[in-house]
């Protein structure tokens, strides 16, 4: 059973990013210092959300992009209706549908930073906040070594190209083969319904801005202790990523859970899903391993920081929010 470290977010921060200028002069201590509220220009309310998690040697941040409600009726396999029925259940349901949060994950040894995912950079929903995250830490698009792209949704790339540029311009860039392959093909493209059409255009903008892109076949280590996990069926090339150290591990997973209907049922998608048959097919049998194994998941629309595990509960799958600051 993988165990949460303890650490406060502020003692992973460089001294240097606790004065007034990113905190407002807000006093950190205790409690108080478990997540950064970065006050913006833009609007006095407005935060930037930070969470951190150690996994052996490495450190792990949440972050995220923002947040865009998805209509109830995006969710085949239920009625819009049911879909709704069950946000209330949770006291979660908005006016105009299901809240998808974007988290991205950026994973440290000290030595270099992976970035799993990018964000839909504005392209959908209130987004494009993920450069402001990276300036929380301290840290700019240039200096993260290398980006995992889970699949080529818009929601999961976008932050590559965002204005037409590489805005990573240091990183290796590591996608499946299958995603790179499906998501380029002209015939695919012109058979696409009307709301997959941005992530077809996006993907071939990110192959030709990305002259480093590493097509990943199959399951492989990128470094040492942070290996792809073969997670097809929500896309043909969906894939996680697992870290693992000191007897520790977290599995991003990426869009094998949704909020709402997620654990609890395979038999409901999301419409971006062109082969329900797959994407049911993965999530019948990662649920219960993830269950069995006590696997500590992140994933990318669950509430932030979107960490949490499957918990098999009298034979009902169910989604718990891990307690990603406070244990030993
Ligand atoms: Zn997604």
New binding site residues.
Partial sequence: MPQLSRRAFAAALPLGLLGGSLLGGATIEGASALAATQVTAKSPVSVTPLAQIRIGRFTVTALTDGYADMPYDYFPGRTGAEVEQAAISQFTARQTGVRFLFNQYLVEDGERRILIDVGAAGSIGQTGQLPDALNALGLRRDQIDAVIVTHM?Q??MGGLILGGKNNFPKAELYIDRRDVTHWTDPAKRSGAPDYLQTSFKMAEEVVRLYPKLQAIDGEREIVPGVSIVDLTGHTPGHIGVRVEDGGQSLIMVS?MIFPVVHPGATDVFFLFEQDPTAAKAMRDRFFPRAASEGALIAA??MPFPGLGHIVADRGQMRWEVADWALQD
């Fill in positions: 949704h929601d999961h869009d990318t629309h």
